[in-house]
Structures are given as structure tokens and as C-alpha cells.
């Protein structure tokens, strides 16, 4: 009987002492359990795979986006000084001591702005019968005119898409965030716990999206504005190509040789 009563409060020493320590150490024991949930990689990709349908569906966007923005730099760099190159030595053509006619075979068959600056004026000329008047001036500023706004359109092509991107990529990202947070609070209220493993997968999607957007929209304001100097540097180079030919026209009819140049062509 002394054994058995021995026995009985040896059980009740060690329930007593177990309920202490787990009264004692619950934060432990959440804490635990929180690393537990945790996901073991919260890697870009990885929060890329485990996110919602929605959300990568933003990443994707933003992604391409990006890879629009840099594909339209490095085209329009190239068309550019290509251009302005071949805009550089034609206009040296119209400041030399040369007639129209001359610079105009030169000029022939190309597809180049100051080529077409020149064939155009040249063809004005060709339908007003050699005649250097005022009303042909005029119908020649007209002409120029015409082809100067259509190359500029022309080279300027592909700009407002960097645009677009730099301004509806951030917006873009923001829908990431707001979708990836309003996950987080569903999870919260599905598994009736704050506790960090069912926020922070949300949150780390959320910030996910809203960093792809700034990648994406940043480049895409910065190149924007690099083309845009370089197309008005270009537009510039235009204007004084037609400048020159207005003045090549101009020096023709007051030598009297316009007649001349244009029926020895």
C-alpha cells in the first residue's frame, strides 16, 4: 500500500512538472512551430513558383516589359547613328561649291532622309521647269518641309512604347504588391494564426512584383530620355540639311546657272 501511494505521487511530481514547462515555454514552442512552416528557400524564383496564378502573371508582364525596353534601346542606338552618320555626309555634299543637279545624282536611289530631302527638292524643281522664283522657293520649303516631319515620325518610331512602360510598369507592380498582400490576410484568416509562416511567403510575392516594376520602368524613363536627345539632335541635323539646300537652290538663281544645271541633267 506505501508503494503504491509512493508511486502515485512520483506520476503526479512529473504531470505537474510537465505542464510547468510547457506554461513555461510556450513562445518556444510557437517559435518552433513558426520555422517549421516557414518555406526552407525564399529565393526570387522560388517566391516566383509558390506565388499566385495572378501575381506571376505580373512578374511575366514586367519581365517582358523589360526585355522590350532594352531590345528598343539597342535597335533605335543602332538606327541612329547610322542615320546621323549617312545625315553627316550628305550635308557635307550640299556645303561644297556644287549645284543641285550634281548633288542630287549622288543622292539617287537612296532611302536616307537627306537623300530624300534632296530628291525631293530636286523633283520640285524638275516640275517647275528650272524656274528659281519665290513661288518656287516657297513650294520647295513646302516639300522639305513634308519630308523633314515624315523622317523625323519615321526615326522616332518605337519611342513611345518606353514610354508607356515607364509609366504603367510601376502601377503594374503596385497591382503585384496589393494582390500578393490581400493573399497574405487570406491566408491569416484561413489559418485563424498571425504568425509569421503564413504572412511573410505573401508579403516577400508582394515586394517581389513591386521590385520588377521599378526594374522595369526605370531603364525604360532613363532610355526614353537618352532617344529623345539624340532623335531632336538628328531633327536638328535635318533642319540644316534642308537649310543647305534652300541656300544651294538660292546661290543657283542668283548666278543665273539653275536654269542651266537643271537642263544639262
Known amino acids: 500500500m506505501m508503494q503504491q501511494n509512493v508511486l502515485r505521487s512520483a506520476i503526479g511530481r512529473l504531470a505537474a512538472l510537465f505542464g510547468a514547462g510547457v506554461v513555461a515555454f510556450p513562445a518556444a514552442a510557437l517559435a518552433a512551430t513558426d520555422t517549421a ?13 509558390n506565388a499566385d496564378i495572378a501575381v506571376q502573371a505580373v512578374m511575366v508582364g514586367l519581365a517582358f516589359a523589360s526585355l522590350v525596353t532594352w531590345t528598343i534601346w539597342l535597335a533605335k542606338t543602332l538606327e541612329i547613328r547610322r542615320k546621323t552618320a549617312t545625315a553627316r555626309r550628305r550635308i557635307s555634299l550640299l556645303e561644297a561649291d556644287t549645284v543641285l543637279a550634281d548633288v542630287e545624282k549622288q543622292c539617287r536611289g537612296g532611302g536616307d532622309a537627306v537623300a530624300q530631302i534632296v530628291q525631293s527638292a530636286a523633283r520640285e524643281a524638275s516640275l517647275s521647269g528650272g524656274i528659281a522664283d519665290d513661288g518656287f522657293k516657297e513650294r520647295i520649303a513646302l516639300r522639305l518641309e513634308r519630308v523633314e516631319a ?17 509609366a504603367t510598369a510601376p502601377f503594374v507592380g503596385l497591382f503585384g504588391t496589393v494582390w500578393g498582400i490581400m493573399n497574405s490576410f487570406i491566408g491569416i484568416s484561413e489559418a485563424h494564426t498571425t504568425n509569421l509562416a503564413v504572412v511573410a511567403p505573401g508579403i516577400a510575392e508582394a515586394l517581389l512584383a513591386t521590385a520588377l516594376g521599378l526594374v522595369a520602368a526605370i531603364p525604360a524613363v532613363v532610355i526614353y530620355n537618352h532617344l529623345t536627345r539624340t532623335i531632336s539632335a538628328h531633327r536638328a541635323l535635318l533642319g540644316d540639311a534642308s537649310v543647305m539646300v534652300m541656300l544651294l537652290i538660292s546661290r543657283e538663281g542668283d548666278r543665273g546657272s539653275f536654269r542651266l544645271a537643271r537642263a544639262a541633267e
Open 37 to 49: 512552416l516557414l518555406p526552407r528557400n525564399l529565393s526570387p524564383w522560388n517566391m516566383f513558383v
Open 150 to 166: 515624315a523622317m523625323s515620325r519615321q526615326i522616332a518610331r518605337g519611342t513611345g512604347v518606353l514610354a508607356t512602360i515607364g
